[in-house]
C-alpha cells in the first residue's frame, strides 16, 4: 500500500499540481524543493547528496521531476535515484517527454534506468505543456510584443495543462498497481501554433501572431532567456522535429488513466486570460 509520497520539483508546473491533487485525495505529501519554507517541505537538490536521507526517508513512492538545468537528467539523478532505492522506495513515476523514446536523451536515459533497476514505475510522456503559453517561455512575448516565436512551421501539438498531466500522476501514484509502462500523454486536440495565436486573439481582442524563426534563432532566444546552450539548443531541436510532424498526435491516455477528459486549449486560454494581460 502506498502512503507516503516525495513530490520532487514540488513547487514547479506539474509538482504543485501533484501535490494539490494527491491533498484532495486525503494525503500529505512531501514536497521536495532546493528553498523549504513551508510545513512538509523537505530539502532536495538531486546534485547535492545530502539531501537524500531527510527526503527519502519513510517513502514508499516518489515523482521524479528532472532538474532543468542540465541536458545529462540521468547523470544528474543517478546518485539519488540509488538511493531512493537503498531507502527502501518501490514506486516511481516520472515525468518525461512524447518526443523522448526510451533510451534517448535527457529524461529517454532516465526511462531506461527504472526499467533496469526500479519495482514498479510509470513514465509520463505528455506533448509539449499549455503552461508555456501563460508562464514559460512564450508568455513575455504573448503579452509584450503579441508574437509566439517558433520553429515548429505550421508542424501540430498535441498540447496537454499541466493539471492534467498531475491527475495522471497522482492516480498512477496511489494505484495499488501500475503496469511498469509509458505513457505518451496529450490533450483532445494537436493543433499549431497558428492556431493558438487566432484563440489568443479572439479572447484577448487584439492580434496575437505566429512568427516563424530558424532552429537557431530559437535556441538564441532561449539562450537569451537564461537556459544552457546544451539545453536551449536541445529544446529548438525539438521545434525543428515538430515541424516535420513529431508531435503531430492525439491520446486517450488522460482519461483512460484518470477518467477525466483532458481540457482544451480554448478553455485553458479562457480559463488563464489574465496572463497576458497587460
Request: aromatic content about 8%.
Amino acid at each position: 500500500m502506498i502512503n507516503n509520497i516525495l513530490v520532487t520539483g514540488g513547487t514547479g508546473k506539474t509538482g504543485r499540481n501533484v501535490v494539490e491533487q494527491l491533498q484532495q485525495q486525503g494525503f500529505i505529501p512531501r514536497i521536495a524543493t532546493r528553498n523549504p519554507m513551508a510545513p512538509d517541505t523537505v530539502r532536495f537538490d538531486w546534485k547535492d547528496p545530502s539531501a537524500f536521507q531527510d527526503a527519502f526517508e519513510g517513502i514508499d513512492a516518489v515523482y521524479l521531476v528532472a532538474p532543468t538545468d542540465d541536458f545529462d537528467s540521468l547523470g544528474a539523478m543517478q546518485n539519488g535515484l540509488s538511493a531512493a532505492l537503498d531507502a527502501g522506495i518501490k514506486r516511481f513515476v516520472l515525468l518525461s517527454a512524447s518526443s523522448l523514446e526510451e533510451g534517448g536523451p535527457m529524461m529517454g536515459a532516465v526511462h531506461a534506468w527504472l526499467r533496469e533497476n526500479a519495482q514498479q514505475w510509470a513514465v509520463l510522456r505528455p506533448s509539449w505543456f499549455m503552461e508555456n503559453l501563460s508562464e514559460g517561455q512564450h508568455r513575455n512575448s504573448i503579452k509584450m510584443e503579441s508574437t509566439i516565436y517558433s520553429a515548429t512551421q505550421h508542424g501540430r501539438i498535441g498540447f496537454i495543462s499541466a493539471q492534467d498531466i498531475a491527475r495522471c500522476a497522482a492516480t498512477l501514484l496511489t494505484s495499488p498497481q501500475v503496469e511498469n509502462n509509458d505513457h505518451i500523454l496529450t490533450g483532445p486536440e494537436a493543433i499549431s501554433y497558428d492556431h493558438i495565436a487566432e484563440i489568443l486573439s479572439r479572447h484577448l481582442g487584439k492580434t496575437i501572431q505566429h512568427k516563424c524563426v530558424s532552429t537557431a534563432e530559437l535556441a538564441k532566444r532561449f539562450r537569451n532567456l537564461g537556459y544552457p546552450e546544451d539545453y536551449a539548443d536541445g529544446i529548438a531541436a525539438m521545434d525543428e522535429a515538430i515541424s516535420i510532424g513529431s508531435e503531430n498526435h492525439i491520446s486517450t491516455n488522460v482519461k483512460a488513466i484518470t477518467g477525466i477528459s483532458p481540457v482544451s486549449m480554448n478553455t485553458f486560454v479562457q480559463n488563464n486570460i489574465e496572463a497576458w494581460k497587460n
